[in-house]
């Protein structure tokens, strides 16, 4: 179960006197919206604005939403800061409750596994709901001779990694352990850091080693890039987000698939779905926005959907060994 505490968000709603805060909520949470609003209002004299819209993180800041609202305060849940907002905001953690004894359990089990597998020294990362059970796990590793590393990433706390962010991911350990739920995470760490990836997931109650998910996800990729390779006409998608707006990158792409004699044309979208695409006759896509899109909605798209990295492999640029997820971002 998540762990929510409104006592930081309370005392900055007091303290800025605002008058509207606007209170943005990950998917998951949003059945506990009407809650946690309840509980804003009865508590300070603010009123309490929730946006509908989906969030993708802190690169999502629901800024314009605020500014439609007259917000003196934006509420983002789940996150940690990303870029600096036009409209202040304060970011909201979220944990999971879990227990000491059946983690310790979990861990005990982990450090046996990495043992037989001759691992001596690990880096441990884990996505921002997970961090505050880094030193119960650092405790029991070390307890098994186990060394552990966790690193402090580029714009992000010690250990934590983003869908866009594996910089604190060690590249001196034996192997990388991953402490949370999921594979999207675990299978960037693998091609970013070209380390052996171990899974630790406490709502499972589970702890192995990251191997057949990988070679699958290899071979439903490169399919893909497969299908693309004829492409004539290629739509390059832009994100309106401000966190995932990358202008720059969506011109270097242009120049790149024109070099090819292929034609470019680019699209921009606030939200970028699969049905906004159906009347665009073109022959594959390349998103320049969050890489989560397109490695979680390709197969929702009638028109193959590519990250970056990947273009430059249908176009004969770079080769199929030299796929690395961390070249996306």
């Not at 861990?107 to 997970?130: F, H, N, V």
């Not at 910089?167 to 350990?173: D, E, K, L, M, Y």
């Not at 159906?278 to 197969?299: K, M, N, Q, W, Y």
Request: with cysteine.
């Amino acid at each position: 179960m998540l762990r929510i505490d409104l006592k930081k968000a309370v005392e900055e709603i007091k303290k800025r006197s605002a008058k509207i805060v606007l209170l943005q909520l990950p998917e998951g949470l949003k059945t506990r919206n009407l809650e946690i609003a309840s509980e804003l209002q009865k508590k300070t004299s603010a009123l309490v604005v929730s946006t509908l819209d989906p969030c993708f993180g802190a690169c999502d800041l629901a800024e314009n939403a605020a500014k439609q609202v007259g917000a003196d305060l934006i509420l983002h849940f789940g996150h940690s800061q990303f870029y600096s907002p036009e409209v202040p905001t304060i970011f909201v953690p979220l944990g999971y409750e879990l227990e000491n004894k059946k983690l310790k359990e979990l861990a005990s089990r982990a450090a046996e596994l990495l043992k037989k597998s001759g691992i001596k020294k690990i880096s441990l990362c884990s996505t921002i709901q997970y961090l505050d059970f880094f030193g119960l796990l650092k405790k029991e590793f070390e307890k098994k001779g186990i060394a552990i590393e966790i690193p402090a990433g580029k714009n992000a706390s010690p250990g934590q990694v983003l869908g866009c962010n594996y910089s604190a991911v060690s590249r001196q350990a034996d192997a990388v352990v991953f402490f949370g739920d999921g594979l999207f995470h675990p299978l960037g760490i693998a091609f970013s850091s070209k380390k052996r990836v171990f899974i630790i997931n406490p709502l499972e109650a589970e702890a192995k080693e990251l191997a057949g998910e990988k070679e699958l996800f290899l071979k439903k990729r490169f399919a893909l890039i497969e299908k693309a390779m004829p492409a004539q006409k290629i739509g390059i998608l832009l994100s309106g987000k401000k966190g995932q707006f990358k202008m720059q990158k969506a011109l270097e792409l242009k120049e790149l698939i024109e070099k090819h004699r292929r034609q470019a044309f680019l699209f921009t979208a606030d939200l970028i779905r699969p049905d906004y695409s159906l009347g665009i006759e073109v022959d594959a896509f390349v998103c320049t926005a969050c890489p989560r899109l397109a490695i979680d909605d390709a197969s929702s798209f009638r028109k193959p959907l590519l990250n970056p990295s990947e273009l430059e492999i249908a176009l004969g640029e770079k080769t199929f060994e030299e796929y690395e997820i961390g070249e996306f971002f």
